[in-house]
């Protein structure tokens, strides 16, 4: 009988996949990454409980091309700094990808907010240009020149802050209780640039990032970088607390509980 590709794989079939995904080699990628003072008193509220701001009202965008072997990937992050407890790292509200692969494990392992999305990097001789956009609305563009090589920072640790659950199959909260991730990257930068530009948030209903603006920009950047992420499950949380921050996650939270029409199934 043929291979039913639907059916068990075999231990020695599962352990090679978790083999070549240990052996990853460096993936390097170009990005620019603007950080922002905005409001305070937006930043702290976004965060879902256990979170709470940290001393400083910071935003991070990231927005990234990768030159993964076969396809080339576009990637974005919008984060709030954010505390737990003494550790302090950054709570992304979305993460634009461009490609469906790059959202299954991030979303069902860390519980990433990740969406589809379009991601644009571009670079012309010193002028930069890098944006974030869904539902054709470029909700972050990042442009500018590139005004000067800076120092590359020694290999850092990062911390991203993810809330990751599963919604009720009754529409009444969630099926078991929600988890704070802490996931943890390792990033190495070869080549950064400083860039001096702007930063423009558009409004959009599905991605309301111009609701933090940009009250003082502390820096553009343009570089090459890879790292390696961990995730760790740091505590179970509240559903009830948590519950009034799910529709960050979703275009349409009731979209959740959309089945498919009656009879076609």
């Known amino acids: 009988m043929a291979r039913v590709r639907y059916g068990a794989r075999t231990e020695a079939e599962i352990a090679a996949t978790r083999t070549a995904s240990a052996r990853l080699p460096d ?29 400083s009202p910071l935003v991070r965008v990231n927005i990234s091309k990768v030159d993964l072997p076969g396809y080339p990937l576009g990637a974005g992050s919008f984060a709030v700094a954010a505390a737990h407890g003494e550790v302090e790292g950054w709570y992304p509200l979305v993460m634009p990808m461009t490609h469906e692969r790059a959202l299954t494990g991030g979303r069902e392992v860390f519980g990433e907010p990740k969406k589809l999305g379009e991601v644009t990097v571009e670079r012309d001789g010193l002028v930069v240009r890098a944006a974030l956009a869904r539902h054709g609305i470029a909700f972050v563009e990042v442009r500018g ?51 001096t530009g702007d930063v423009v948030l558009r409004e959009s209903g599905y991605d309301p990032v111009a609701d ?45 509980h959309d089945g498919p029409p009656e009879g076609s199934r």
């Open 145 to 195: 020149a590139v005004s000067g090589e800076l120092p590359l920072p020694e290999p850092s640790r990062k911390t991203d802050f993810y809330f990751k659950f599963l919604p009720a199959v009754d529409g009444s909260g969630f099926d078991g209780d929600p988890v704070l991730v802490h996931c943890v990257r390792h990033e190495k930068v070869r080549r950064l640039e400083r860039v």
């Open 27 to 55: 993936i390097w990628s170009t990005g620019v990454v603007a950080v922002w003072e905005t409001d305070p008193d937006s930043v702290a509220a976004v965060l879902p409980p256990p979170l709470k701001p940290t001393g």
């Open 212 to 256: 933090l603006p940009v009250l003082r920009l502390r820096e553009i950047t343009v570089g090459e970088k890879t790292g390696d992420q961990s995730g760790r499950v740091a505590e179970r949380v509240d559903a009830q607390a948590l519950l009034p921050y799910v529709h960050q996650r979703y275009d349409d939270p009731l979209q959740v």
